[in-house]
Structures are given as C-alpha cells and as structure tokens.
C-alpha cells in the first residue's frame, strides 16, 4: 500500500460482489485508490463465474483471494468501507479503525441464484452490471 486512499469493499464470503467491485475499482481507478476487499465469514475461492463475467468486460480477476476482514480490522487505515451485502452490513462493525466514510450498497448475491445454468449466467451479469455502474457513479462523485 503506498499513500493513495483505501477503499475496503466487504461482505459475507468475498467470492462474487465485493470480489467484482474490488476488480472494477482497480480498473476504473487503481490510479486514484488502493483496493481491498474482504469477507466477513470468506468463501475459499473466487466464484468461476464472477471470474467469467469480469472477464468479459475486460477485468481479470482470476488471481484474487478472499480474504478475511479480521486480518484487516485494526490493521490498516480505511478511508471508504463500502459494504455491499445485509449480512456483512449486520456483522461488521459500525466503527473500523482510520474509517472515514462507510458506505452500504447492498446487491443480491449472484451466487445464490438457482435455475438453468444460462439463468444463472444472466443473474451474474446483471449483478456485475450493477456494480459497474454504482462504482462509475461513486467515482463522478469523488472526482
């Protein structure tokens, strides 16, 4: 980490959404920010899809870990905590330690989706475009 503001995205398993907003941040601006992004309780891999529909904008994000937001807390400064799920909403701490601006962006959990594997494919997408978007907004506002 070097002087540019962190931004921390979190949620429950780190395996789809915060996983995809890290990727796109880092795209967007890893210029303009450090990104991390954890898991209250992390999955042990990257969902192959949520790595399969960055992919198709472009974002690789094959080489990311989920990461357990403990092994944060109280360890780094974070200038934007940016949940992106209820439950990680409901289990992180209200204060994490050099936070300056926390932030709730709740979107559904891709990874939850059941039906034909096409559908599921389209509820990725869709998340991911969501994401994209939110991420494309919050960085016109901190321009």
Not at 40 to 61: F, K, Q, Y
Not at 69 to 89: E, F, K
Not at 127 to 141: A, K
């Amino acid at each position: 980490m070097n002087n540019k503001p962190l931004v921390l995205f979190l949620c429950t398993g780190n395996s789809c959404r915060s996983q995809m907003a890290e990727g796109f941040l880092r795209s967007l601006a890893g210029d303009r920010f450090d990104v991390l992004s954890a898991g209250t309780s992390p999955a042990s891999s990257v969902h192959p899809l949520a790595v399969e529909v960055m992919a198709e904008r472009g974002v690789d994000i094959s080489d990311q870990q989920p990461q357990d937001s403990a092994d944060y807390l109280g360890r780094i400064s974070v200038r934007h905590l940016i949940i992106v799920c209820a439950g990680a909403n409901e289990t992180c701490p209200r204060i994490f330690p050099g936070m300056l601006n926390r932030h709730f962006w709740p979107f559904d959990d891709p990874a939850s989706f059941e039906g034909a594997p096409e559908a599921v494919l389209e509820r990725f997408r869709t998340v991911r475009d969501e994401i994209e978007t939110r991420i494309t907004d919050w960085l016109e506002d901190e321009a």
